[in-house]
């Protein structure tokens, strides 16, 4: 069985007709870290191509990778993230203030829920948890914090024989929904798992801020959708249900949570109009839009590889700043590579003593980089949490060293 297809349709309005938009080459699966042995060994390599729909304007791969090889074994420890667990504990206290509080015997279920870090915040308020994680070594962990897993992938099947004992209060799914290639099948199981008054709750990377800050390097092969309201409202919609709210958060370089009920039972936010408007304003239903994108990506990747040439040539020190699988997505779309970069350092102690897929730069633990000194650059590579690293570098900074940013635009620190 091949692991590998091409989808002809769109995931959310089923039509066949698309415009490319940005091309990122072939390349191996973001988080397909290497072992020392594997190194001289062929890496597996596919297609990483957005497309938008042109019926319905949903950003999407059609190059899609079977979920069983890219999920199996995950390396993204939300515990292992500073800013998310924060991010976590006041997402919990708000939802739980606004749905459950109120509510007798809640039951909360989350889909992808990693290690259980953020079930874990909802139990502490006595509340009875579900977590659903393909990743074994990720369900192993959630286990161990005393959180119910389901070691599978969500679909309509499962939510069925959840639903047959209990239906749900609040689904939670963050950073999952851009993952989902049978969205349709997805969206039924929400539907017959919530209560009649139950709220599903979802994080995702919001497509307007990717377009706008040229966010290029969260498209990989495990994100398959890049939602932007419009598309998103319509297909859900169809599906009987409908957004009530959208908060925007400063997560992953622009996120968006967005709360969904079945329809008629709750107020709709203004926020769900304004989103739209900026969409509209900002030109994201005309194909002219997505084509100066994409001809910006270009500009950058240039822009950034030669200024490491240039530090290279000058006998700088440049290495990476966190090992995400964005990071990875750049270093192979922008050709930086261990001739290019001496090392990653990353905190996440799984990555640690691996290599980078398809550019094979060595990650470290923190602890081990060398003394600072002013001849050293550090590639942040998880731009992202660009504030909270600078605040904790301060000693790097005060040493001579410096952060090379690479998005929106290459720009030294």
Same mark, same amino acid.
């Given at each position: 069985? +091949?692991?590998? !297809?091409?989808?002809?349709?769109?995931?959310?309005?089923? $039509?066949?007709?698309?415009?490319?938009?940005?091309?990122?080459?072939?390349?191996?699966?973001?988080?397909?870290? @290497?072992?020392?042995?594997q190194l001289k060994k062929p890496?597996?390599?596919?297609?990483?191509?957005? $497309?938008?729909?042109? !019926?319905?304007? =949903?950003?999407?791969?059609r190059d899609v990778v079977d979920k069983k090889y890219l999920f199996s074994h995950y390396l993204y420890l939300t515990s292992a993230n500073k800013p998310i667990i924060d991010h976590f504990q006041k997402y919990a206290d708000s939802v739980y203030r606004k749905f459950l509080k109120s509510k007798k015997d809640p039951f909360v279920v989350e889909i992808g829920s990693n290690d259980g870090t953020l079930l874990t915040k909802f139990s502490k308020y006595g509340i009875n948890v579900m977590g659903i994680e393909p990743a074994k070594n990720l369900a192993r962990i959630s286990r161990k914090?005393?959180?119910?897993?389901?070691?599978?992938?969500?679909?309509?099947?499962?939510?069925? !024989?959840?639903?047959?004992?209990?239906?749900?209060?609040?689904?939670?799914?963050?950073?999952?929904?851009? =993952?989902?290639?049978?969205?349709?099948?997805?969206i039924k199981g929400i539907s017959i798992l919530l209560n009649d008054d139950g709220v599903f709750v979802f994080e995702v990377p919001y497509g307007l801020e990717m377009i706008k800050n040229l966010e290029f390097d969260t498209i990989y092969h495990e994100h398959?959708?890049?939602?932007?309201?419009?598309p998103l409202s319509k297909w859900l919609n169809k599906n009987e249900l409908e957004i009530f709210n959208i908060e925007r958060q400063k997560v992953h370089g622009g996120t968006i949570r967005v709360f969904v009920s079945k329809k008629n039972i709750f107020k709709i936010s203004k926020s769900v109009k304004? /989103? !739209?408007? &900026?969409?509209?304003?900002?030109?994201?239903?005309?194909l002219q839009t997505f084509m100066q994108f994409s001809k910006r990506i270009v500009?950058?990747? @240039? +822009? /950034?590889?030669?200024?490491?040439?240039?530090?290279? &040539?000058?006998?700088? @020190?440049?290495?990476? $700043?966190?090992?995400?699988?964005?990071?990875?997505?750049?270093?192979?779309?922008?050709?930086?590579?261990n001739k290019l970069l001496d090392f990653i350092i990353d905190t996440t102690i799984l990555k640690q003593g691996k290599f980078t897929p398809g550019t094979k730069i060595p990650i470290i633990s923190p602890n081990k980089k060398p003394k600072i000194h002013s001849k050293m650059i550090a590639l942040m590579l998880a731009w992202n949490y660009k504030s909270s690293i600078i605040k904790n570098e301060k000693n790097f900074l005060k040493n001579g060293g410096r952060f090379l940013i690479p998005i929106p635009k290459a720009e030294l620190i």
């Open positions: 069985m +091949s692991i590998y !297809k091409f989808r002809k349709q769109c995931r959310l309005c089923s $039509y066949d007709q698309f415009n490319l938009v940005l091309d990122l080459g072939k390349q191996p699966p973001s988080n397909a870290f @290497l072992s020392k042995n890496e597996k390599r596919f297609p990483l191509r957005l $497309y938008v729909c042109k !019926k319905c304007r =949903h950003l999407q791969i914090a005393k959180i119910k897993t389901k070691n599978t992938f969500f679909s309509f099947s499962l939510a069925k !024989k959840i639903s047959n004992k209990q239906k749900a209060d609040l689904v939670i799914a963050n950073n999952v929904l851009g =993952h989902i290639d049978d969205l349709n099948n997805f398959v959708s890049y939602f932007l309201i419009q304004n /989103l !739209k408007k &900026q969409e509209k304003d900002y030109g994201l239903n005309k500009n950058l990747k @240039l +822009s /950034l590889k030669k200024k490491i040439e240039k530090f290279k &040539q000058e006998n700088n @020190l440049i290495f990476g $700043y966190g090992a995400p699988a964005k990071g990875n997505v750049l270093l192979n779309y922008c050709d930086i590579d």
